[in-house]
């Protein structure tokens, strides 16, 4: 399923270089617009003596001299690592990109490099999506390549991928949008995101999170009490009933998802658990936004 | 133009995990200047992803160099498959990608090892009698790869002869690490994980069980030396690209054999 080349219909034209394509039309992009270009939760501007200019979106009205300046592209790896908090960032398109920070940087090369490390792979499939070519692997797809410990995403049901991509992928934890589908046939009913950024295929915290969720199915068949609930929704009742008793709750690690206060698992609770909890229909607004 | 790919294991929890490859691929790209264009990192649980990592790169010449310790699962399964390479050298689209193997088993590991013991031992003072290097494993009794490198290495540290003794020892298998640095008969312990990155062993687990309270313990009848890592090393970034050259070698030799 990879994107076909003119080499592979067997002509002789040059190979085709994206990643290089994409480096360019990016920066063209970037040039067009003096005012800057939104990406992610960055703003990326064309300096008028010639370069670019990154910064957080949230810092654009900021004088210079408020910012920590940085003028070598790879920086920008220590400055995607940890959120504000220090915690650290194993995805790169959450919506938890630390302020605070400048990146100058010359050429399109230096900018391509820094924008590989504050969203890796995001611009050339950026330029793939708009030039329509960006190749898009399904969910089972994917499931069927894994092996390992990620054999059992397998048999997540086709409901668990849609809440999995619901609690994991939405626009409140993901930038990226979405455009893999359960199967051919069976599209993703989440909200896909607004972002510049998409997402040709589940990524290896989705898939990660789709093995948790293969784990509460399995369980709901096996386990359920009288009023319908399994042990992991009492685990995480009780968790979050305790931290909430002394005033703060303490979210888990962004992808530690075996630990009951951990907020993509919290959202799935939110659509599979609060319904139970309250069946006559007032449950909670599916997202927050 | 010519690329080197550094492929790590990467973590969702542990930022520890991927800065290796991060810090080889920066010496790299410093040291080998001319030799490579392009030096990318890609992981299995971090961005870029092997399965993406090619489409960022520019190069058509491509030497992908797997941070791993050991022949296995990873290198053998998931590495091919995510990157879609079907053997030593794969050609598509115009490209030819060259697959390295672990660097465990290269014949420079030694070397990278007894490096570390010197910068560990470097201004230390060791007590009179015997030194003993024990080699740590992960060791799992479903890859004998895993711990067949570790012994391999001790094997070929004990050939040079610098050491009274040379041991290995396991954290999931026999014989455990805590009896081996205990029973070792030796008068200094110098104590080595052949791990590829810092984590939650190397910094809690092994310390905890061992009773190690920091780079050196002095115990009842034994000093215990405690290094970093192999892994994390500034020459195995040459081992990096000691194992892409390698590749070109035996490409030259599959061409001869044929011809
Ligand atoms: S699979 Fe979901 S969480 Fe992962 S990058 Fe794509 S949209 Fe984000």
Not at chain 1, 6 to 18: I, V, Y
Not at chain 1, 79 to 88: M, R, S, V
Request: charged fraction near 30%; charge should be negative.
């Amino acid at each position: 399923m990879r994107a076909t080349s003119p080499e592979r219909s067997g002509g002789e034209a040059p190979r085709r270089n994206t990643a290089a394509e994409a480096r360019t039309a990016f920066a063209a992009w970037v040039e067009e617009a003096p005012g800057g270009r939104s990406f992610g939760q960055i703003v990326v501007r064309p300096l008028p003596e010639g370069g670019y200019e990154l910064r957080h979106a949230a810092d654009a009205g900021l004088p210079d001299g408020d910012l920590d300046v940085h003028v070598d592209p790879r920086e920008a790896r220590e400055i995607a690592k940890l959120t504000e908090g220090g915690e650290y960032r194993p995805l790169k398109s959450s919506p938890n990109l630390r302020r605070g920070w400048l990146l100058r940087v010359e050429g399109e090369r230096g900018l391509y490099v820094a924008m590989n490390y504050l969203y890796p792979s995001a611009v050339v499939h950026w330029h793939l999506h708009r030039s329509g070519e960006l190749e898009i692997t399904t969910y089972r797809e994917n499931a069927a390549r894994q092996s390992g410990i990620y054999k059992r995403v397998q048999r997540l049901s086709d409901e668990g991928v849609q809440n999995a991509a619901r609690a994991c992928c939405e626009d409140a934890v993901c930038l990226k949008k979405t455009l893999w589908d359960v199967d051919e046939n069976t599209p993703l009913e989440s909200e896909r995101g607004e972002g510049e950024i998409p997402c040709p295929e589940p990524c290896s915290i989705f898939v990660s999170f789709a093995r948790r969720v293969r784990l509460f199915e399995r369980e709901n068949k096996r386990d359920l009490d009288a009023i319908g609930l399994s042990p992991s929704e009492k685990e995480d009742l009780s968790a979050l009933v305790e931290a909430a008793a002394t005033g703060s709750v303490p979210l888990a690690r962004e992808a530690e998802f075996e630990e009951p206060l951990n907020e993509r698992r919290m959202r799935y609770r939110r659509l599979t658990l609060v319904p139970k909890l309250r069946p006559d229909g007032d449950a909670a607004t599916p997202e927050e936004g | 133009m010519k690329a080197l790919v550094i492929v790590g294991h990467g973590s969702h929890l542990n930022e520890d995990s991927s800065l290796p490859v991060y810090e080889h691929a920066a010496l790299v790209r410093d040291r080998y200047a001319g030799e490579f264009d392009e030096v990318v990192e890609c992981f299995w649980k971090e961005e870029p992803s092997m399965r993406h990592v090619l489409d960022l790169v520019e190069s058509e010449d491509i030497y992908v160099v797997p941070a791993f310790i050991s022949e296995g699962y990873f290198t053998q399964q998931v590495i091919p498959r995510e990157l879609g390479l079907s053997g030593p050298v794969t050609r598509r689209d115009g490209r030819t990608i060259r697959y390295a193997g672990p660097l465990g088993t290269y014949e420079g590991m030694p070397d990278v090892i007894l490096e570390r013991v010197d910068d560990l031992l470097e201004g230390k003072e060791t007590r009179p009698g015997r030194t003993a290097l024990v080699l740590l494993g992960h060791g799992t009794d479903l890859n004998k790869n895993s711990s067949g490198v570790i012994y391999l290495n001790a094997e070929r540290i004990r050939e040079r002869g610098v050491y009274d003794l040379v041991e290995v020892g396991f954290l999931d298998q026999d014989p455990p690490i805590a009896e081996v640095v205990g029973g070792v008969e030796a008068e200094n312990v110098v104590l080595i994980p052949v791990f590829i990155a810092e984590g939650w062993h190397t910094r809690e687990t092994i310390p905890e069980d061992l009773g190690l309270t920091g780079e050196v313990t002095e115990m009842a009848d034994r000093t215990v030396f405690y290094g970093a890592p192999v892994g994390t090393h500034p020459s195995v970034a040459d081992l990096i690209v000691s194992r892409a050259r390698e590749t070109d070698e035996r490409e030259a030799e599959l061409a001869r054999d044929v011809s």
